[in-house]
């Protein structure tokens, strides 16, 4: 796999510790922007989000170039699980599902990284491109907590 993907997968969440380092809990829960997202709710998206994203990629081993849809939050039953938990409970179920999602991930084969799936919007992409896809993302909703920490000044 190439590099980039592997170091992402590998060390990308670890932005997100840097980021919230001396945020006080209340700044991490509070709604900056109205109608937008805290930075607990964005990280704990991002966890959900991953335990998603892990069971389409098992399809896409499982089927042949199966329609996985598109992930809608407000469709998610799970999501509000995560929402309930504390940011630190947020941050560590996601590191210790990270581990192995990325482990998983990175030792796959070059025939196993070319199957493919159909995103609705999207169309038709290889699992190497899903994971770009997930990686992407994940960076723009770390970009949204680094946006809402400027407001904690």
Not at 66 to 75: F, I, N, S, W
Not at 135 to 144: A, D, G, P, V
Not at 149 to 153: A, C, L, P, Q
């Given at each position: 796999m190439e590099t980039f993907l592997?170091?992402?997968?590998?060390?990308q969440y670890e932005e997100i510790l840097f980021l919230l380092k001396d945020l006080p809990d209340d700044f991490i829960l509070?709604?900056?922007?109205?109608?937008?997202w805290s930075i607990h709710q964005n990280l704990a998206h991002l966890g959900r989000y991953q335990e998603v994203f892990h069971?389409?990629?098992?399809?896409?081993?499982?089927?042949?170039?199966?329609?996985?849809?598109?992930?809608?939050?407000?469709?998610?039953?799970?999501?509000?699980?995560?929402?309930?938990?504390?940011?630190?409970?947020?941050?560590?179920k996601t590191q210790a599902f990270r581990k192995a999602f990325a482990q998983q991930f990175i030792s796959?084969?070059?025939e196993t990284l070319s199957r493919k799936g159909i995103h609705t919007l999207l169309g038709s992409m290889q699992m190497k491109e899903w994971l770009h896809f997930f990686?992407?993302?994940?960076?723009?909703?770390?970009?949204?907590i680094f946006k809402l920490?400027?407001?904690?000044?």
């Open positions: 592997t170091e992402s997968l590998l060390h509070a709604n900056h922007i109205p109608e937008k069971k389409r990629m098992e399809k896409i081993m499982l089927e042949d170039t199966p329609d996985v849809g598109r992930y809608v939050h407000t469709e998610d039953a799970g999501m509000e699980d995560w929402f309930s938990l504390s940011t630190q409970e947020v941050i560590e796959f084969s070059p990686i992407l993302h994940e960076k723009h909703h770390i970009y949204t920490k400027m407001h904690f000044r």
